[in-house]
């Protein structure tokens, strides 16, 4: 059985690494990681830390309302596929839903752009391109 847990930036950083940075040269440590208004979640199985989101207080001038962006999703490639990514977005969705947060979105890359529309996400203007990592969309959903 998969369970959810806040966890710290720290621990995000050898999934973030494995997953979202393997062989790029780019910062698995993210602005913001450290900040008070800050959370992680966790995905667990059996004790092990298999898929990780971190959700930031962080205003994107083209949404309303109060805010909070995902960034480092990421599960283990073994364990993708089975909803785990799922069960982060809605635990969070509880959490951010507690602290009257009216819009969660983020920068989604292509290859993920599908699962963010099955949690009701949608996205905003045109793909745009990150260097080392890809093309991205930004994606948005509102909570209220």
Known sequence: MI????????ETYAVRLEVLRKNID????????????TFHLGAFNKGELIA??????VKNNHFK???Y?????ATLEQY???????LLIMEAEKILNSLNVDCLWCNARIIA?????????????EKFNIPLIGDHFVMYKYLK
């Open 80 to 86: 993708q596929g089975f909803g785990i990514g799922k």
């Open 3 to 10: 369970e959810i847990k806040n966890i710290s930036a720290e």
């Open 65 to 67: 309302g109060t805010q």
């Open 113 to 125: 752009v599908d699962f963010y529309k099955k949690q009701g996400f949608r996205t905003f203007e």
């Open 69 to 73: 962006q995902l960034r480092g999703m």
């Open 52 to 57: 990780i989101s971190s959700f930031m207080n």
């Open 26 to 37: 780019l910062p698995y440590k993210f602005n913001g990681d450290l900040d008070t208004d």
